[in-house]
Nanobody, 125 residues
Framework: VQLQASGGGLVQSGGSLRLSCVAS????????VGWFRQAPAKERTFVAA????????VVEDSVKGRFTISRDNGKNTVYLQMNSLKPEDTAVYYC???????????????????WGQGTLVTVSS
């Protein structure tokens, strides 16, 4: 199972970016795919997740209303649309996939078995 994250870059405050996470090596029909981020000198934190089968999403409160997670099962791809970006959104963003992740564990990075390489998002003020 491999995950490839892309779409990061440098953007001004208030701008937008769309991250993509392409999965290969499995059908992923029963997986949850999540996005996490890690700012410099900080711990990795949950951003959003989507259940591939149902499309049910969970979004962290700090980004709710600005970030949207979606999926295209035909392309084995999960997207993170980020709008109204703020300097505090600056981080390396990782996508991750987990099989059989229960709802109560969605925000827990330990529930995810597979991780992409990360893509850097830098928001300038």
């Amino acid at each position: 199972v491999q995950l490839q994250a892309s779409g990061g870059g440098l953007v001004q405050s208030g701008g937008s970016l769309r991250l993509s996470c392409v999965a290969s090596g499995d059908t992923f029909s029963s997986y949850v795919v999540g996005w996490f981020r890690q700012a410099p000198a900080k711990e990795r934190t949950f951003v959003a997740a989507i259940r591939r089968s149902s499309g049910h999403t969970v979004v962290e409160d700090s980004v709710k209303g600005r970030f949207t997670i979606s999926r295209d099962n035909g392309k084995n791809t999960v997207y993170l649309q980020m709008n109204s970006l703020k300097p505090e959104d600056t981080a390396v963003y990782y996508c991750a996939a987990g099989r059989g992740v229960i709802l109560s564990s969605t925000r827990d990075s330990r529930a995810y078995s597979y991780w992409g390489q990360g893509t850097l998002v830098t928001v300038s003020s």
